[in-house]
């Protein structure tokens, strides 16, 4: 899992995803899936960023180690930060996910700014017959 | 002078989400099911609150910590 910074993924998604496919295949990997997970606010700030868009990526990799490409990540920009794991299967329908954002339709939708802020509408909590009954009485008392 | 306490009246905890070890794996890239596990100050509860097993609470506690460092989960609250 890598994080991208948004300053990137708005101005070319596929130079941002490249920054991390490149880098796996200077080092001898072989990516496997490498689709966008996801765009979500942080809960803190990772150099400077609120937000950031997620990539999940599936490689091979049969070298020395992981310490190299470890450096060459932390060294790159544009890569807020990074996870790598060991997994012995791939998840199913991650393929299809990754090959669905290689055709050509493909957008990536626009990040939002830091600052900005995604308000999402709250729902009135739902009241029982008996309580809108005693709510109804009490506006007929008071009028 | 004021009988003593029954052991009987301790205040018993309820667990708050049973789970069966068959289930699939407690997965770090979902930060809202994992937040059912942290108090207000976002540290993680311990198996007596959860309920877990000692194999599931390992690893709720590495999906946790996964969780929090790719900026998904607090690290405090």
């Not at chain 1, 990137?8 to 295949?25: C, E, F, P, Q």
């Not at chain 1, 990997?29 to 689709?35: G, H, M, P």
């Not at chain 1, 450096?71 to 544009?78: T, V």
């Not at chain 2, 004021?2 to 289930?23: F, H």
Request: proline share 7%; aromatic share 8%; hydrophobic share 40%.
């Amino acid at each position: 899992m890598f994080l991208l910074n948004n300053q990137a993924v708005r101005t070319d998604w596929a130079s941002a995803k490249s920054a991390v496919t490149d880098l796996l295949h200077k080092h001898g990997a072989k990516v496997l899936t490498a689709r966008r997970w996801d765009e979500r606010q942080l809960a803190y700030k990772i150099r400077g960023c609120l937000r950031a868009t997620f990539l999940l990526v599936h490689y091979e990799h049969q070298g020395p180690g992981v310490a190299t490409v470890r450096r060459d990540l932390d060294i790159e920009e544009r890569i807020l930060r990074y996870l790598i794991l060991k997994v012995e299967t791939i998840p199913a329908g991650e393929m299809e996910a990754s090959q669905a954002e290689l055709e050509a339709g493909f957008t990536v939708p626009v990040p939002p700014r830091d600052d900005e802020v995604v308000l999402t509408p709250i729902e009135p909590p739902k009241m029982d017959d008996e309580v809108e009954d005693v709510v109804d009485m009490v506006a007929e008392v008071e009028a | 002078m004021s009988p003593l306490p029954e052991y009987g009246n301790r205040r018993v905890i309820k667990p708050i989400a049973g789970r069966n070890c068959d289930d699939p794996k407690i997965d770090y890239k979902d930060p809202v099911y994992l937040t059912k596990f942290l108090n207000p100050q976002a540290s993680i509860f311990s198996r007596k609150r959860t309920g877990f097993c000692t194999q599931c609470q390992r690893e709720l506690k590495l999906a946790i910590k996964r969780s929090r460092h790719l900026g998904l989960m607090p690290f405090f609250g």
